[in-house]
């Protein structure tokens, strides 16, 4: 066996191994990463959102920070929360958020996605978080086509624009705080299918301070009477410009990883079942704005913190959660979305064994 791919493989993913051991013993602490969508409220009217039918309802239900505090006091040691929406920069208390779990939970990355809209509250909160918080900050950044086309599919006329005013004050930021990384989002629909290509161009030629530039298929309960999802045929073609765009790549993940990623998601688009085993749903739970806790935004709900104690290892250690994760066990769901699916495939023997090969 030629070890150069083996050697490679852990060179360029160093945090497989504490990733990969952590599930091992996971036994000994119920969960490690989190997904916390803080807010219903959003000033963007996305025709790709599986959240449209809570937006900008049940405010007045939304967690308090001093329920936030209550909830991360009990919580325990955190690697990874992602802090969403709605659009999560519209809660004029995220700084102090992030804080909590700084200081409750240890956490050592932060996510944060964004509209770009609130320009001038992204980058001054943004900037207190990074004078607040060592560990690594990550700012997504939301586009979906290039000019009238990230408008349309956006619902905000001007929003493209708005893009490129908040990704230049990122990027300033980004000389100044190594540990911020800027990613951009883009998802894929029958909308933008044939701009996809000259997207991929213009983030690398025109944004030099993205790290990653992450394609997403519509996921959830989207509104299909405006919306429709491509077809299998459409997204290879997608993943065979990508692997093309990257096939001179220097970063590992871009070159060999993240192509092998979207060959799995095409795969699950035609066979239409879970392929590998989905390891993140036992210990990423999915709490939304009112405390609702899920075992992933696909699945049905869990419980609620404030029927807890606001603990959250309580109604994981539920009977309904219990039921939920078997469920998921025994295959009996399947999706393409990216934050479970990514960290299943490095749970994976079968898919490090592709990755470590080169190839789906």
Known sequence: MNIKPVLSFYKNNPGYIKFFFRYLF??????YDLIFQITNVCNSRCITCFNWKILNKEIDQELTLEEIDKITRKIGKLDTVTIGGGEPFSRRDLPKIVDLFKRNNGVSVVAIPTNCLSTKNILSD????????????????????????????????????????????????????????????????????????EMIKYVKENLPMINYHGLELLKGDYDRGKVKAVSPAEFEKIIEIIEGENKNEINFYKRVTSPIIQRLFLDILKKKKQLIPCRMSSFCPVIDASGNVYSCEQRQKIGNLRDFDYDLNKIWQSKKAKEIRKSIKRKECYCTHSAYQAPNVYLSPKMITKIIRGKY
Do not use: M, W
């Open 26 to 31: 996971k036994r000994s602490k119920p969960f």
């Open 126 to 197: 943004t900037e207190k978080i990074l004078k607040r918080f060592k560990g690594q900050l990550k700012i997504g950044l939301s586009l979906d086509g290039i000019g009238e086309t990230h408008d349309k599919i956006r619902g905000v006329r001007g929003n493209f624009k708005k893009f490129l005013e908040t990704y230049h004050g990122l990027a300033e930021l980004k000389k100044e705080y190594p540990k911020l990384r800027l990613r951009i989002c883009s998802v894929i629909l029958n909308v933008n299918v044939k701009q996809i290509p």
